[in-house]
């Protein structure tokens, strides 16, 4: 069985991924959705929960619109990257998002091949 791990920061991009996730499930893949930035509102997060009980929730991104705020939360969010590939092992990570918050998924699942 494969493991395709889904990163998603937003309503914006899981829509994107939402029907891949329930595809993938009836394809009989194992899927985990990572969720972080305004996902972490309970609306938005339930609407997450509600198409998978496999659900890994990541820290809420640093207050402030600086670049110096991004950076770190990017640092943080590489950090808890990596944590949560080597312990779920996917097969694919599937980041379908522009915002800057991912780049940290990004890099961490770059570096974690």
């Not at 990596?82 to 770059?110: C, Q």
């Amino acid at each position: 069985m494969r493991k395709i791990m889904f990163c998603t920061s937003s309503r914006a991009d899981w829509s994107r991924c939402q029907s891949v996730v329930e595809e993938s499930k009836k394809l009989g893949a194992y899927t985990t959705v990572v969720v972080c930035g305004s996902h972490l509102t309970s609306s938005s997060i339930n609407e997450v929960r509600s198409i998978t009980p496999n659900m890994v929730v990541t820290f809420p991104l640093l207050p402030g619109n600086t670049l110096r705020s991004m950076s770190d939360s990017i640092a943080l969010l590489i950090h808890d990257a990596t944590t949560i590939l080597v312990s779920l092992k996917p097969d694919v990570v599937v980041i379908p998002t522009d915002r800057y918050e991912m780049l940290g998924f990004a890099i961490a699942a770059s570096m974690n091949n």
